[in-house]
């Protein structure tokens, strides 16, 4: 039995090794065809590969992380606590002791240096510091600000100097290339704060290897303004190694220790992990999904070629069949040819995508990740994975030729005959079924808001349609009975070489499907928050708002009207005064009392059943904005009916009315929920030494005003103000531009400001966030595809039918009918792939946005319901493509037909 195994062991092994023969010599004969097969699997390797292999390099070793945050120093010392801590190994979790530990404070260095051997030497090190410049008209502040003394060797073994020195006092910066850039400055020029308090010389350019962002590095004696006490660590020179008493020393006196050694295991307590340590399961399987449809779709284009070698090679298959070959062997001589050319783009696509990371990696750097990578290395298990994948997607793309090799006709096959496999309807039951099973799992993931499922369901239902776009085809081709000539021809050899064109058909749908279902949910995502955004202010509404520092006095009316009516046409500038508390200690709060009539009886935070959730729905005082379910909250001026027009953007009868009631020494209230026959109780709740201290009611004569403003407002006339023991405290000015403006004109007027050290904020009247480019991008890609997938089947059929053009020729058709038949064969396919695409695409985002939809409509609080919305500008890129794909083809197809004997 040993032996009967062995020698079928032996019968297999060879019968691979001759097909792997055959399919090398056909690769050599064909070469066109084997040129187009490896460049298809060979890009996405190469994509693969260099996102495989940039990854590697950009996860940094422990050495690395630690070399990059310590440079040539002994360890970076954090002083956390006035009592004892544990840390974690590398010193970056740490918690303490003791309950309650007094906080550190401000630390020097002979404090820090007392703690460490004698001859040992410390350095300041602040990474985080505020910074924000001047450049132009504008008030840039996304800068990454630190502080360290660049000229001791300590802090210079964190940078490298491009150019320049490092500074040597508080009015010396060294900024990176990128902040060097954003600031529009030169090494030796000025920059100058945001405010105009301050100025700096640029005297270096430096890189952090951690941040190739906008770096700006100060002298450790800069000041800080946005915070008095920054958080400093420091850079230690140690004559000796950090050993197991030094940590144990240091975390007893409350330092956090971060070496180039990991701290003892007696040091290292229960820290919990960071966020994200753990396996992100779901984002895990969306990947493999993802993965998978990538995979699908090489498959769908590559499969093809493979059915077009099939049918040219069909002479020779039946020879293998007459000189002994069953259909094991017929199959292996197909499959062969998938490995080996699966191989050869796996090796091809893996090398030049390791060249690729090598040589773009400064790119990537700069650009994507933002840092410098480590050393330069491959992930051989990963470039492992790829290649198995390329292998198996050229076997998955000759395994339907393989079988309809099998199954061909011998006889036929030797007399060059076509011998077209019948399509069996199984597969369209198989099609359909998975369809509508697809469907439903993504129903049921949209419904438990699931993305893996969603994403299981999109790709069942994506196969189903693969399996039933031949039996599609044939019913196609029975319509161009009554065509032209031209795409009557097209249409037959597309339901005859189904194996060949439905693939090409599929591969256009799956990528036109995706790109319309993504486009969908992204424009009703658009058209839902576009519908739920509330503004705060009426739309071009701008607010100046004064810095609260006695050193600087503030504009007066004139000052701020000016800029305002030249730069952004204002009809009306007013005066906003805050309403504070005299006697309080910290801010206070102003707030109208809702009568508990009128008030929703549930909370979300009580965890509601599910009935309750209805009954609060049905409810109509549950009914309200989100400011109900977390807190009343309004924004209480003092007004005497100058701000009202431009704060509530209400029509002229009802400014009248709320001015008149303000003069009569009332209060205005944008939430008629909270006024009562007139009148309204207001409580002021002052800082206590355990909390907000809330005074009795106060009820004043009030006036309801409706504003469908997002944000309720209370407006107390000065009369009211005094009642309630308030005081009147100047916050800024409103005012009212002609429209939105602009980024131009809000920077010019931001400019005329400047002096008063006045910020501005405009009210934009909506989101801002525009989803086209996103949209454009999906089409983009999905034509792009297209096109690809139109012109590589067009091509294999215009091999494939040279004997028809041929009979053409033979019986005078004139010249321009190839042409016109090109034009038609990528009209199948480009049209026929991108209407499945757009009508899946289309079902795939209504069968997920109405099941969000019917979950949403049984929860409370109300969520917003998904507009089932269509991409017209997807769809229309996606229009043309068909066109722009036929008109190729009839453009680069010659017009010359062949004339050639046919063996048939």
Known sequence: MTAG???????????????????????????????????????????????????DMAELTRAERNGRQLGVADAELLWVARGPVFQDAWGEGWGPIEDDPLPAGPVTAGQVTALLPAGSRAVPLRRWVSFDARVGDRVEDGFNGRAVDLADPLGRGLVRFRSGRAPAGPDEIAVSPAALR????????????????????????????????????LHPAAPSPADPEPETSWLVDLPGAVDEDTFRRLNDRGVVVRAHTPAPPSNAGSVPPPDGSGVDVEGMSVSVLVGGLGLLEVVLLVGPAFAVAVRRRRRDLALVAVAGGDDVHLRRVVLADGVVLGALGAAAGVSLGVAAAFAGRPLVEQHLYGARFGGYRCWPEALAAIAAVAVLAGVLAALAPAWT????????????????????????????????????????????????????????????????????????????RSLPLAPRIALRDASRNRSSTAPAISAVMAAVAGSVGVGAYLASDQTRSAAAYEPSLPPGTVLVTLPDRPDRA??????????????????????????????????????????????????????????????????????????????????????????????????????????AALRAGGVVVTDPRYVVAGRVDIVVARPGPEGPVPSPPTTIDAYALRTGLGVRQLLISPRAADRLGLTARPLGWAVAADGVPDEDRQDRFRAALRPFGAQVEVEPGGPTGDDRPALLLLAAAAGMITLGAAGIATGLAAAEGRADLSTLAA???????????????????????????????????????????????????????????????????????PLVAMLGAGLFTRSRLPVERRLD
């Open 182 to 217: 954003r600031l529009d400055v030169h090494p030796g020029g000025t920059v100058t704060s945001g405010d105009g308090s301050r100025s700096w010389r640029v005297v270096g350019v430096v890189e952090y290897p951690d941040d190739l962002g906008p770096v700006v590095t």
């Open 405 to 480: 090799a099998a199954r061909q006709d011998v006889v036929a096959g030797l007399a060059g005959r076509r011998t077209p496999p019948a399509h069996r309807r199984r597969w369209l039951t198989a099609g359909v079924a998975l369809v509508v099973g697809g469907a439903g799992v993504a129903a049921l993931g949209a419904a438990r808001t699931a993305p893996t499922v969603i994403l299981t369901g999109l790709v069942l239902g994506e196969l189903g349609l693969v399996f039933a776009t031949p039996t599609l085809v044939g019913l196609l081709a029975r319509l161009g």
């Open 5 to 55: 195994r062995g020698g079928r062991l032996a019968v297999t092994v060879g019968s691979w090794w001759a097909a792997l023969r055959i399919a090398r010599r056909e690769a050599r004969r064909a070469i066109g065809r084997t040129a187009l097969v490896l460049a298809m699997i060979t890009l996405p390797v190469l994509v693969l590969t260099f996102t495989a292999v940039s990854w």
């Open 554 to 659: 503030g504009p007066i009316l004139d000052q701020i009207a000016r800029p305002a009516r030249e730069h952004l046409g204002a009809r009306t500038v007013a005066p906003l005064v805050d309403a504070g508390c005299a006697t309080a200690n910290g801010p206070c709060s102003v707030s109208p009392v809702l009568p508990p009539e009128r008030a929703c009886p549930w909370q979300p935070s009580d965890g509601l059943s599910e009935s309750d959730q209805r009954r609060a729905r049905a409810d109509a005082r549950c009914r309200g904005g989100p400011d109900d379910r977390l807190g009343p909250f309004f924004q209480a001026v003092v007004d005497d009916g100058a701000a009202l027009p431009v704060l509530t953007g209400a029509g002229p009868a009802d400014v009248a009315a709320a001015t």
């Open 811 to 881: 019986v005078g058709a004139g010249p321009g009918l190839r042409r016109l038949l090109s034009l038609c064969q990528a009209g199948v396919i480009a049209v026929l792939g991108s209407a499945l695409g757009i009508a899946a695409g289309l079902g795939s985002a209504v069968i997920i946005l109405t099941a969000l939809n019917r979950r949403y409509a049984g929860t409370w609080p109300v969520q917003d319901p998904y507009p089932v919305v269509v991409p017209w500008t997807a769809l229309g890129v996606l229009v043309l493509v």
